[in-house]
């Protein structure tokens, strides 16, 4: 445990001050706010989340979150729209669809950022619902879907959503699809606006420069919805029979990709720690017996194999993923789910210390952005009252033993559903 501690102190200690002392949480008319001040920051950020995302859509209205999210970001201010306005000031805008909620992500270099989050307040208070805003709205999400189509993983993750999440509008697109897209109008994304953006179970999430904002910034972005809770729309998932669980998909990619996923703890579990360990050895083993480089980047899609563990949902999951392109494909899929499935029905012996500093390296540099600061600070917060996150990850993983590592892999590593992507060319009578 002693090399444990040591690499643990050497990642504590890499990271900003203001990344390892706890977050400062209140919470005024439904409203939680949370402040991580870091001097060391070049820009000021929040994450404004709202009880708006897939799980308040009817399957009617697959891609009426993100519609709605993205006529805020058309909204017209001085004549362009808001995420343009937000641009020309020195900031950024985007948003993000999840289960339960829309993250919108703002960011300002310290000299505009009151200008950057007035602009974004004065969207908030007054979205335009005009056809011509949101047709505009419509368009953008079209582009960025026919761009996803091309994204192997993602696809493979949008397949495999519904077949894990506990309601089946949960499971949707985020983006939607252009045929439903297409349905709908303005009409819609007001009465969505009107019913869900609501400031009850809504958070203000800020990191970074936060001294250059005016007092009450946050609260006054938060004050641009009516108070008021909001439910979640309920709809029944049919079960997914059969013996393999296997989802073929055909589109406009270089190489076939296999992505399997496994049913995972939530970060309030026992098994979260271990988890993260899981998926950094899975991480490392796939590498290795693929015959991969180290990896460089830390964009996923762009990475030949890999282990994502994506506790920032409610229904969590772990995915192996693996591109065919690096050899023989057969061999890849085969050797990636021989893995899972030996690691859960042999007994580890000797040291995980390796692959638990690996784990801690991993959660650390991927809290290194002020965006996922941000919002790990909510997902913590809404699942414990602790914004705490480094420290409560790090505790988890530095508790973890061998044992609790075989017994989680037996627990979740048994029955994957898979997903395969495959070239259009290799099969062009099947769309």
Do not use: C
């Not at 005009?130 to 993983?153: F, G, Y």
Request: charged fraction near 15%; hydrophobic fraction near 45%.
């Amino acid at each position: 445990m002693k090399f444990l501690a040591v690499v643990l102190a050497a990642v504590v200690g890499a990271l900003p001050l203001a990344a390892v002392a706890a977050p400062d949480v209140t919470r005024v008319g439904g409203t939680t706010f949370i402040e991580q001040p870091d001097a060391a920051a070049t820009l000021a950020h929040a994450t404004f989340v709202v009880r708006a995302g897939l799980d308040r859509q009817t399957l009617r209205q697959n891609g009426l979150a993100a519609l709605t999210a993205e006529t805020v970001l058309r909204t017209p201010l001085g004549g362009s729209p808001l995420e343009d306005a937000v641009s020309a000031k020195g900031g950024a805008i985007h948003f993000s669809i999840d289960p339960q909620d829309v993250r919108f992500a703002i960011e300002s270099t310290p000299a505009n950022a009151s200008a950057v989050f007035d602009l974004v307040r004065q969207a908030f208070a007054a979205p335009a619902f005009d056809a011509k805003t949101v047709t505009s709205a419509r368009a953008a999400l079209q582009q960025q879907i026919a761009m996803n189509q091309r994204v192997a993983l993602r696809v493979g993750l949008d397949m495999l959503s519904p077949t894990i999440q506990q309601s089946a509008n949960s499971g949707l697109p985020s983006l939607g699809i252009p045929a439903s897209l297409a349905q709908l109008g303005p009409n819609d994304v007001r009465g969505f606006f009107e019913k869900y953006y609501r400031r009850g179970g809504s958070y203000v999430s800020a990191v970074g420069r936060l001294d250059t904002l005016p007092a009450a910034t946050l609260q006054a972005l938060a004050a641009t919805l009516p108070a008021g809770d909001t439910s979640a729309v309920r709809v029944n998932l049919p079960p997914l029979h059969g013996t393999t669980h296997e989802l073929v998909a055909h589109r406009d990619v270089p190489a076939p990709w296999l992505i399997a996923q496994y049913p995972a703890p939530a970060i309030t579990s026992k098994d979260y720690g271990p988890m993260l360990v899981l998926a950094a050895f899975m991480q490392r083993t796939l590498a290795q017996l693929a015959e991969v480089p180290g990896t460089v980047s830390t964009n996923p899609a762009s990475q030949a194999v890999g282990a994502i563990y994506r506790f920032d949902r409610g229904d969590a999951n772990l995915t192996l993923y693996v591109n065919g392109g690096i050899g023989n494909p057969n061999r890849a899929f085969a050797t990636a789910l021989s893995i899972a499935s030996i690691l859960a029905q042999t007994k580890l012996h000797g040291s995980i210390d390796t692959f638990k500093a690996m784990a801690a390296g991993d959660f650390v540099n991927g809290a290194s952005s002020l965006e996922s600061r941000a919002w790990l600070a909510v997902l913590f917060n809404e699942n414990g009252n602790s914004a705490d996150y480094v420290g409560r990850t790090l505790a988890a993983i530095d508790a973890t033993k061998v044992g609790d590592l075989q017994r989680v892999a037996k627990k979740y590593l048994e029955s994957p559903t898979i997903a395969l992507v495959l070239p259009r060319q290799a099969a062009p009578s099947q769309q």
